[in-house]
């Protein structure tokens, strides 16, 4: 079956502008997580959402932020763009609830902002 | 969730088991110890998982000690293409999806040709 599909693969921004990015998560997964990766932080948790509610939210300013959809896809907004938000954004699903459940993750969105 | 503690770098030859340790010294007895990595400019992958006995898949073997607070990762035989960084993950077990998955720094793993 399909993987995670993230789109677009690559963005360029200018600052103040805001940015939309996709996730398709596998056929049958309800939970869809979004995080931010960098060279200097790493990687870090974003938001979670399953069945169209947000359930986790990271340290993150309200500049981000997503929403699911009910056929599981999911959107992140980063508004006013900063320079600091260049990353490689990664969207990972799970299945529906059952314990110990492994995440499948995209290939992300490389997200430049200039 | 417990913190992890894992060397930065390792080197492995081509072909040889590649042994990956993980401190968690603070592991509570309800987490679990995940292992994913990735791959450069790929998202991460998940690799195993286990509560406190030793796992074995087709990717690699989990071995926890008896205490739970450290365990190690086994790459049977290692190939250039388990080149990769590897993050060692405590969490507790959710029964509503993946959540919140706390990276670190991970170990950058070398096959060497």
């Known amino acids: 079956k399909a993987g995670v599909t993230q789109t677009p693969r690559y963005l360029i921004k200018t600052r103040g502008q805001q940015v939309t990015l996709s996730c398709s998560p596998i056929s049958g997964h309800r939970s869809v997580s979004w995080y931010q990766q960098t060279p200097g932080q790493g990687l870090q948790f974003l938001f979670e959402?399953?069945?169209?509610?947000?359930?986790n939210k990271g340290n993150f300013p309200g500049r981000f932020s997503g929403r699911q959809f009910s056929n599981s896809r999911s959107e992140m907004n980063v508004s006013t763009l900063e320079l600091g938000d260049s990353a490689l954004y990664l969207c990972?699903?799970?299945?529906?609830?059952?314990?110990?459940?492994?995440?499948?993750f995209g290939q992300g969105t490389r997200l430049t902002v200039v | 969730d417990a913190k992890t503690t894992q060397p930065p770098s390792m080197d492995c030859a081509e072909g040889r088991a590649a042994n990956l340790p993980c401190n968690h010294s603070?592991?509570?007895?309800?987490?679990?110890v995940y292992w994913y990595r990735q791959i450069h400019s790929q998202g991460p992958q998940y690799i195993i998982h286990g509560l406190k006995n030793n796992e074995t898949n087709e990717m690699a073997s989990l071995i926890i000690t008896e205490d739970r607070k450290s365990s190690t990762l086994i790459l049977p035989h290692a190939t250039l293409r388990d080149t990769a960084v590897y993050y060692c993950?405590?969490?507790?077990?959710?029964?509503?999806?993946?959540?919140?998955?706390?990276f670190g720094t991970g170990t950058r793993l070398t096959i060497i040709p």
């Open positions: 959402y399953f069945s169209e509610t947000q359930r």
């Open positions: 993950i405590v969490r507790v077990a959710s029964n509503f999806g993946n959540e919140k998955l706390t």
């Open positions: 990972a699903s799970s299945s529906t609830p059952g314990h110990a459940i492994e995440a499948f």
């Open positions: 603070t592991i509570s007895g309800n987490e679990y």
